[in-house]
Nanobody
């Protein structure tokens, strides 16, 4: 089991940047593919990005491709989401998630097993 805690959210102007962090507990962080999602009230949770256990492979939603970058530091049990060129429509609660996968170069798109509590990102126009 893994517990996830996001941080780094806040208020930023359109065009600005933020870096979200997600710290994982436990010694098996490198056993999990990681993902970032966001949710706006009244809407379904939206997949943003995923990264493999090794960090070598990533995949992004079209809505953030080229603006957001997912990365991880297995030594620090942390996954990051660098968000650039932010837009007002990026305003949401951002969540990280973990999914156990077998192969180190596998990322994951689907139903994740573990979720953080979320961090609010607000982009002003």
């Amino acid at each position: 089991q893994v517990q996830l805690v996001e941080s780094g959210g806040g208020l930023v102007q359109a065009g600005g940047s933020l870096r979200l962090s997600c710290a994982a507990s436990g010694r098996t962080f490198s056993s999990y593919a990681m993902g970032w999602f966001r949710q706006v009230p009244g809407k379904e949770r939206e997949f943003l990005a995923t990264i493999s256990r090794s960090g070598r492979n990533t995949n992004y939603a079209d809505s953030v491709k080229g603006r957001f970058t997912i990365s991880r530091d297995n030594a620090k049990n942390t996954v990051y989401l660098q968000m650039n060129s932010l837009k007002p429509e990026d305003t949401a609660v951002y969540y990280c998630a973990a999914k156990g996968v077998h192969y180190s170069d596998d990322y994951f798109i689907g139903k994740y097993d573990y979720w953080g509590q979320g961090t609010q990102v607000t982009v002003s126009s």
